[in-house]
C-alpha cells in the first residue's frame, strides 16, 4: 500500500489529484482540506482550514492517528493547497486577507511536512513531500505581492528543508514543482480581479479564451506520475513544463 496525502482537494488541482489517484485501490488517499472533494475511491478526509494555525494543528493530530499502527511501500505528501488573494496593489492590500494569504501558502505546508515527515518515519521505504510552486515565485507580478512573497518563501523553504533532510533523513525527499496554467477556480478568480488591482488581468483572461489553460486533471496525472519515478530528486525545483519536454 502507498499513502498520498493531498491537501488543499477541496477543488482545482487538488480534487483532481485525490479523484486520481484514489482510482488505484493499492493507494491510501488522506485529503486535507476544507471540504471533501468527491465521491468515488477510497480516501479519507480530514477537515482543515489552513488559515487558522490551530485548524491546521488539530487536522495533523488526526492525521496522526489515522497512520498509527500502518507501514507503507512509499509515501507522498503534495502540499497543494494555496490561494492567490489578495490581488492588490501593495499599498492597498487588506491586513487579514494578506495573513491569510501567509499562512495558507507558506506556514501550513511547512506544517504538514513537518507532521508528514515526522508520522511516516520507519513506516515507509521512500517518502517524498512536492511542495507546489509557481512561477510567481522568480518573476513580480503586479497585484500579487502576497502571492509571490509566499511562492518565493515556499521555494525558500523547501531547499533548506531538503538539506536539512540530506543529512538526517536519507528515507526522504523535498522538492518544489510548479505546475503551470492550469484551469482552476483560482484563475477564474484571478479574470476577475480588477485592471487597476491586477494589470495583467487581460493576458490571463486570452489564455482562457485560447485554451492554453491545461485540464486540472491532466495536471494531476502528470504530477503523480513524476511522483512515481526518481526524476524528483531532494532539493529539486522544477517546472513542469520543463520536466514535460525534457
Aim: glycine share 6%; aromatic share 4%.
Amino acid at each position: 500500500m502507498n499513502l498520498y496525502v493531498v491537501t488543499g482537494t477541496t477543488k482545482g488541482l487538488g480534487r483532481a489529484l485525490a479523484t486520481e489517484l484514489s482510482t488505484d485501490n493499492n493507494n491510501m488517499v488522506v485529503e486535507l482540506g476544507r471540504g471533501v472533494s468527491g465521491k468515488n475511491g477510497p480516501r479519507t478526509s480530514i477537515h482543515a482550514d489552513f488559515g487558522d494555525v490551530f485548524s491546521t494543528e488539530r487536522a495533523l493530530a488526526e492525521l496522526a492517528t489515522l497512520l498509527e499502527g500502518k507501514r507503507f511501500h512509499r509515501a507522498v505528501l503534495i502540499n497543494n493547497a494555496g490561494v492567490v488573494s489578495p490581488v492588490a496593489r501593495f499599498d492597498r492590500i487588506d491586513a487579514q486577507a494578506l495573513q491569510n494569504n501567509m499562512s495558507v501558502n507558506v506556514v501550513a505546508p511547512m506544517l504538514v511536512a513537518k507532521a508528514f515527515a515526522n508520522l511516516t518515519r520507519d513506516k515507509a521505504e521512500s517518502r517524498l513531500v512536492v511542495n507546489v510552486s509557481s512561477g510567481a515565485a522568480k518573476r513580480p507580478v503586479r497585484g500579487w505581492t502576497a502571492y509571490c512573497a509566499a511562492k518565493a518563501g515556499l521555494e525558500m523553504a523547501t531547499r533548506v528543508m531538503a538539506e536539512e533532510a540530506r543529512e538526517s533523513d536519507p528515507t526522504l525527499s523535498i522538492c518544489s514543482l510548479a505546475p503551470g496554467v492550469v484551469d482552476t477556480p483560482m484563475q477564474a478568480v484571478i479574470r476577475e480581479a480588477t485592471l487597476e488591482s491586477f494589470p495583467e488581468r487581460e493576458r490571463f483572461r486570452q489564455m482562457k479564451e485560447i485554451g492554453v489553460l491545461r485540464d486540472a486533471l491532466a495536471v494531476a496525472r502528470d504530477i503523480i506520475s513524476l511522483c512515481n519515478t526518481e526524476r524528483l530528486a531532494n532539493g529539486g525545483n522544477y517546472d513542469i513544463r520543463e520536466l514535460l519536454h525534457a
